[in-house]
């Protein structure tokens, strides 16, 4: 097993990666795995080509240096990035330099990038001064949805958006969580991760279930979300459940009644149908109330009744 203790025999945690960039030739980086087929074909790095030659390389490929040959540096992440640099004819890059080589625990962990990364490195090329057009044009997006992925944490408390920060919910969610109130919001967030849920239904069947006093003002504009049901809708459907309580509470007296009576029919029938003559008169002269008495004769109880196909 690995020594847990080595590197903190000063009691100090040591970080992974290092606190600069460091500015490395592209040609001097040997990747440890080979793209699969068609990769450069793909849409994901047709986007990564796009942004570098929008705006430039947002975030930095991870190398380890080679222990036995100085100046050459093996990549753990950033694959497609490195391709692309290659294409454009850049030269040089800046990366982070890992402590370790941590090449499958750390591609372990890469995934889809969550919408409130990609709502934080949208933000911060804003911040750099990179429009939205542009930013559009190299993610091959329309500036609508850019600014909207932009705007995806307004409204939202910040304590929600920390919990969903690595999950894959998806912005829709949070135009439904944008409808609830901070603390239900938490609530909400709570859930989903503990369910390990994060579609648009289970966002939804949450908001179905939030009390008029956990849920926001109703925002109007697109992206405000449904309006929630009215008073007067909402006194409807309260009718029409009591009346179908009622049916069922009918239901419910008569079963028993009507079990009697369908018992005592079904033994009659069965007693007619045992009866050779009979048979053979509705056999010449009523073919088809032979089939459904016979039908009768078979049913069990009330519940066979709706499964019997009718003539």
């Not at 093996?74 to 370790?100: T, Y």
């Not at 750099?128 to 992925?149: F, H, P, W």
């Not at 503990?194 to 504009?221: I, P």
């Amino acid at each position: 097993m690995p020594d847990d203790t080595k590197g903190r025999e000063d009691g100090h945690v040591h970080l992974a990666f290092g606190s600069d960039l460091l500015t490395v030739p592209v040609t001097s980086i040997v990747p440890l795995k080979t793209l699969p087929d068609g990769a450069r074909a793909s849409r994901s790095y047709a986007q990564v080509l796009s942004s570098i030659r929008a705006i430039g390389l947002i975030e930095a490929p991870v190398v380890m240096a080679d222990p036995k040959k100085p100046g050459v540096w093996f990549l753990l992440d950033g694959h497609l990035r490195l391709e692309a640099l290659k294409e454009l004819d850049i030269s040089e890059v800046e990366c982070l330099l890992a402590a370790d080589d941590d090449t499958y625990t750390y591609n372990k962990r890469v995934n889809r990038i969550p919408p409130i990364q990609e709502h934080r490195m949208i933000a911060r090329a804003m911040d750099r001064g990179v429009s939205s057009a542009d930013i559009a044009t190299a993610l091959n997006l329309q500036v609508e949805s850019v600014l909207r992925r932009f705007r995806l944490l307004e409204g939202i408390s910040p304590e929600a958006a920390d919990m969903l920060k690595d999950t894959p919910c998806s912005m829709k969610v949070f135009d439904i969580l944008r409808q609830m109130t901070s603390v239900r919001q938490i609530e909400a967030a709570d859930l989903m991760i503990g369910q390990n849920n994060f579609t648009v239904m289970f966002a939804r069947a949450l908001r179905a279930a939030t009390s008029e006093n956990q849920l926001a003002t109703t925002r109007k504009g697109k992206g405000g979300g449904k309006p929630t049901p009215s008073g007067q809708q909402i006194a409807r459907m309260e009718r029409e459940l009591a009346a179908l309580q009622t049916q069922v509470k009918s239901v419910e007296e008569t079963y028993g009644i009507d079990n009697l009576h369908l018992t005592v029919a079904r033994g009659y029938i069965a007693k007619l149908l045992a009866n050779s003559r009979v048979v053979r008169w509705l056999a010449t002269h009523q073919q088809d109330y032979l089939s459904e008495l016979q039908k009768i004769a078979e049913i069990d109880t009330l519940g066979s009744v709706a499964e019997t196909p009718r003539a």
